[in-house]
């Protein structure tokens, strides 16, 4: 990894790390560690290494209504169409055309492979106004994990935040989850907002606006990815773009 990074050869950069003179993401770097090149912090001497140039990545308030497919044959608007043409980039996962909020584009492809990907789980919250007013038992069948037609879910994070609204957070991203959870306890959604993935939230961020994510938003998201990787969640083989070093 420091290899790719330009820092000298595989034994040099064995040499640095047993010498304690590397962190990653703050920790010092131990030998044969997976980091995710282009996004880790790395710091030789205290001095920190370079994000690989050319990859961007913006955080979009989608509004009701856009897709998030990059083109849609039925001729609605994609999320695409709400952030720079050049370079092309890509959404990290989904959310329904009828869902707002907060969702990320980039050209990173192995930073959107580790952040989709379910089993590496990093938590999303969610506020959900649904139809009627869910009772205590309700709720806590959503926190305990509901039974939907492709399995189970996971135990959630729910809270209530008025009659009606409900703060669940996840971190499966199942095809309409938070939809078809609430529908299974017999209060449909009636409107859907992503407010945070990861640590991350922006509530100046207005609907249909979009801002680039700073290197620190970039690599804290990585960083959490790799803890849930910590946790157990892991695909067989891990995602493309993450090396040893
Ligand atoms: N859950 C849903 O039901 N829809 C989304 O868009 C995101 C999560």
Redesign the pocket.
């Known amino acids: 990894m420091l290899s790719r990074a330009g820092l000298g050869s595989r034994r040099v950069c064995d040499d640095l790390i047993a010498a304690g003179r590397v962190t990653v993401n703050g920790a010092p770097a131990v030998l044969g560690q997976r980091v995710h090149t282009a996004t880790a912090l790395v710091t030789v001497d205290g001095v920190p290494l370079g994000v690989a140039p050319g990859l961007v990545y913006y955080l979009v308030n989608k509004p009701v209504g856009v897709v998030t497919t990059s083109a849609d044959p039925q001729g609605r608007p994609t999320v695409l169409s709400l952030v720079p043409s050049e370079p092309r980039v890509f959404s990290v996962g989904?959310?329904?055309m009828?869902?707002e909020g907060l969702l990320i584009l980039t050209n990173d492809g192995a930073l959107a492979q580790l952040l989709s990907h379910p089993s590496f789980g990093v938590r999303?919250e969610?506020l959900a106004e649904v139809d009627g007013t869910p009772s205590p038992s309700a709720v806590r069948a959503l926190r305990e994990g509901i039974v939907l037609d492709d399995g189970p879910t996971a135990p959630a994070t729910v809270g209530v935040v008025a009659p009606g609204v409900l703060r669940i957070e996840?971190h499966e991203?199942?095809?309409?989850?938070?939809?078809?959870?609430c529908e299974a306890i017999g209060h449909p959604?009636v409107r859907?907002v992503?407010a945070r993935i990861g640590t991350l939230a922006d509530r100046s961020l207005k609907p249909g606006h979009w801002r680039d994510l700073s290197t620190d938003e970039v690599r804290m998201l990585a960083t959490e990815a790799v803890r849930s990787e910590d946790r157990g969640a892991r695909p067989p083989g891990g995602p493309e773009g993450w090396t040893g070093h």
Not at 173 to 181: A, E, K, L, S
């Open positions: 989904r959310l329904d009828d869902t999303k969610y996840i991203g199942r095809n309409r989850q938070v939809r078809r959870m959604v859907l992503r």
